[in-house]
Every structure is written in structure tokens, then in C-alpha cells.
């Protein structure tokens, strides 16, 4: 089993900023890609960014140039750093694992933002 913990959320003024993090652990054996997605009450689920195994990044349109994806150097925690927030960046952000060779999705249980104008 793989869980995965979230940090770093917390209530921020537009403009500013927070670092999310994300430690797995558990029976990781392979190779992953580690993703961030986020969530308001009410809507669906919507992808933020994701970070492959090699490294390589990826972002939805509306944060790209203000968040960056990383990963720490045993590649079993992922960072979000998130600079310039806006209102609409208010959202349960949630860490998810994707293991390459089963497929496999894992996630966790979500770190509140919440970003006043």
C-alpha cells in the first residue's frame, strides 16, 4: 500500500505565496509520476501540474509562470510552490502517484488553500 500526506496549505492574501508538500511511502518500488490536483466543493477534481519520474513538468494553462513542481532529492516528495496566488487558486489541493508500470493512481487526502482578495 502507498499512502500519501500533504502539507503546507493554510489561508494566504492575494498575491502571496505557500509551498505545498507531499511525502509518500509505502511499497513504491517502480517508476512514478507525482501530480498535483486541486478541488472546489461542488466542482470536479482539476489537474495543477505533474512532474515525471525523469523529471520533466507540466502545467494547466492558468498556473503556469506563477507554480512550480519539484521533487526532493529521493524523489518520494513532491513540492508545489505557488507564488502570486489569486481567489480563484482557493481549492483542496490533492497529491497523487502514478505508477508507471500498473497503472496504478494513489492519493491523498488534500491540504486546504484559501487565498482572500
Known amino acids: 500500500q502507498v499512502q500519501l500526506v500533504e502539507s503546507g496549505g493554510g489561508l494566504v492574501q492575494a498575491g502571496g505565496s505557500l509551498r505545498l508538500s507531499c511525502v509518500a511511502s509505502g511499497n513504491i518500488f517502480s517508476s512514478y509520476s507525482m501530480d498535483w490536483y486541486r478541488q472546489v466543493p461542488g466542482n470536479q477534481r482539476e489537474y495543477v501540474a505533474t512532474?515525471?519520474?525523469?523529471?520533466?513538468?507540466k502545467y494547466v494553462d492558468s498556473v503556469k509562470g506563477r507554480f512550480t513542481i519539484s521533487r526532493g532529492n529521493a524523489k518520494n516528495t513532491v513540492y508545489l510552490q505557488m507564488n502570486n496566488l489569486k481567489p480563484e487558486d482557493t481549492a483542496v489541493y490533492y497529491c497523487r502517484i502514478s505508477v508507471y508500470h500498473n497503472g496504478m493512481n494513489y492519493w491523498g487526502k488534500g491540504t486546504l488553500v484559501t487565498v482572500s482578495s
Open positions: 512532474i515525471s519520474f525523469g523529471g520533466i513538468t
